[in-house]
């Protein structure tokens, strides 16, 4: 069985939780609302506050999907109720970003500035003008629209400047010898 599958979900008492026939699961708490498809064959049951994904069999394709499920179940009712966030760092002599409106411009090292704008449910703060807060309810969007923040311009091993995950670490390389060796 599952380690991961067979954990119950602890349901917080503002969460409601909505699983119809067609395995459509929707997770409400406030004003936050996440909905998904879940695979066909899982079932989600809740009782006593609490949220389990039983599968129907021992195949290979139901053990894979019954770990998957339960995190995606759990991932929602985490997002409705605390919410997800990617912190991103701008290294680089000039490199910034501001806000402006709905959209985020990144001045980093091109001829002209990059607008970015975030996606339904996403937000994105500038704090300072090198560091960037992506937030949201959908584990996967902020994921996302952090991966597309962070690929405008990736950190270079060699002085590390770009846009770069607040816990990334870059390795640096040396560089050029400097003609060592030759005479």
Known sequence: ???????????????????????????????????????????????????????????????ALHGLTRSLV??????????????????????RAMKTGALVMFQVGYSHPVAFESPEGVTVAVEGNNRIVVSGADKEMVGEA????????PPEPYKGKGIKYAEEVIRRKAG????????
């Open 146 to 153: 952090a991966a597309r923040i962070r690929r405008i311009r």
């Open 74 to 95: 759990a991932n929602m009712v985490t997002g409705v109720t605390e919410g997800f966030t990617r912190r991103l760092e701008i290294n680089g002599v000039g490199y």
């Open 1 to 63: 069985m599952s380690r991961i599958g067979r954990m119950p979900i602890k349901l917080p008492a503002n969460v409601k939780i909505q699983v119809d026939d067609a395995n459509h699961i929707v997770v409400e708490a406030g004003n936050k609302r996440l909905e998904r498809d879940l695979p066909g064959s899982m079932r989600v049951v809740q009782e006593d506050g609490e949220l389990r994904v039983e599968r129907p069999d021992d195949t290979r394709q139901n053990r």
């Open 176 to 183: 050029k010898a400097g003609g060592k060796g030759k005479k």
